[in-house]
């Protein structure tokens, strides 16, 4: 039995909180910290009386790494979840290093002043964290992270050699507004508006945003439109995963949402750049955010169902072989467990899952690692365990 301290109280935290709860028996104390410290305690008096874990909760900003460190040392946790904005991930990491305590997050860095993302901020910790005999476990959410395990389990299971992955995302679900994000309104922009990228032949090939268009007929959801975006796991399977040819990322938009976004883009407002208003600066998308459903209350009014995994194709026993592992999630079941939608509960509960990994010892490598370098049998079964039921098809239709 251990301890966490999970860091950030929107709707994936609101999740991860609900499933450690669940999973007492790895769980026995957790304490709940955000700038809104009414969230957390809203939340830990919604719990308790159900669960035999201790909750605790404490007022926190992220970015203050002396502060973070107090906290560390006074609640004295087994694993940090990062389950705040990228921006702050290496000042968590930072304290983490101070403290010697494990390090768990669902997002790769990210500047706040560029829309760019990459691990390499995070990969230059390693030798830090490995001397400290400590273990950062980056990206532990759905995509990234379940990717990554179901990556390591094609591997394990199925293959010889992996020579293709595409990761599909399909949110199927309708929350009912002309324009609204499922996740924070400023990264979702951020990243859908930004440049599209893949790998293939060792090299990463750039295009225009939502340039590649393909369609795909998805299990319980039916045949949706979807783009080629850049994703943080290609970087990280281009890197763990030998012998692999080709990785590609797509995501699934309406129409409504392209054409409300295109809108927003051409009059400025999905810029980051800070524009002169009224005497002050403000940023144009941060602007935007504010004005936009919270994702946080879009459970009770969201219908439908989402389908995400990955199609392997590669080698066995010197035979070709095509592999297709997927989960489905049903919003409206979600919120009727959780109180949040689908998009939060797929991150939510492999935060906790990875976060149940370290504190059991079930993973113990250390330094900076990504999910695929672990074992994915226990993750796998964990899943299946946690809410996350997965699916696999050994004639899947191949994206071209």
Not at 12 to 27: D, L, P, Q, R, Y
Request: charged share 25%; with cysteine.
């Amino acid at each position: 039995m251990g301890k966490a301290l999970i860091i950030g109280c929107g709707g994936v935290g609101s999740v991860a909180i609900h499933k450690c709860v669940e999973n007492s028996e790895i769980f026995s104390e957790i304490c709940i910290a955000s700038r809104n410290i009414e969230k957390c305690n809203e939340l830990k008096s919604k719990l308790e009386g159900k669960t035999s874990t201790r909750i605790s909760t404490a007022q926190i900003d992220a970015n203050d790494v002396s502060a973070m460190v107090n906290l560390i040392e006074i609640f004295n946790p087994d694993v940090v979840v990062n389950l705040a904005l990228p921006y702050h991930d290496l000042k968590i990491m930072e304290a983490c290093l101070k403290t010697k305590t494990n390090y768990l997050d669902t997002a790769n860095y990210e500047p706040e002043e560029t829309a760019y993302f990459e691990y390499k901020h995070q990969w230059a910790l390693d030798e830090d964290f490995k001397r400290a005999g400590i273990t950062a476990l980056l990206g532990c959410g759905f995509d990234p992270g379940v990717t990554g395990i179901f990556t390591a389990y094609a591997l394990k299971h199925y293959f010889d050699k992996i020579e293709t992955i595409d990761i599909l995302d399909c949110n199927g679900g309708d929350h009912g507004y002309p324009f609204a994000t499922n996740f924070n309104p400023e990264i979702n922009i951020r990243e859908v508006t930004a440049k599209g990228e893949y790998y293939e032949g060792g090299n990463w090939i750039e295009t225009a945003p939502l340039e590649i268009k393909r369609s795909y007929n998805f299990d319980e959801v039916g045949v949706k439109d979807m783009y080629l975006l850049y994703h943080e796991e290609i970087e990280s399977l281009a890197k763990n995963i030998p012998d692999v040819k080709r990785i590609r990322f797509f995501m699934t938009f309406g129409q409504s949402y392209l054409t409300h976004l295109k809108c927003l883009e051409n009059v400025g407002m999905t810029s980051i750049e800070p524009i002169d208003y009224n005497g002050q600066k403000i940023v144009p998308l941060q602007f935007l955010k504010a004005v936009l459903p919270d994702p946080a209350t879009l459970g009770p009014r969201t219908v439908g169902k989402t389908n995400i995994g990955c199609i392997f194709t590669g080698v066995k026993d010197g035979k070709p072989k095509n592999y297709y592992v997927y989960n489905i999630c049903d919003h409206q079941a979600c919120y009727r467990e959780v109180g949040s939608q689908a998009i939060s509960y797929t991150t939510g509960v492999p935060a906790m899952i990875g976060a149940a990994m370290l504190i059991s010892g079930q993973w113990n490598l250390k330094g900076v690692r990504n999910v695929e370098e672990f074992d994915p049998d226990p993750f796998m079964a964990a899943l299946n365990k946690f809410g996350l039921p997965w699916k696999e098809n050994f004639n899947p239709e191949l994206v071209d």
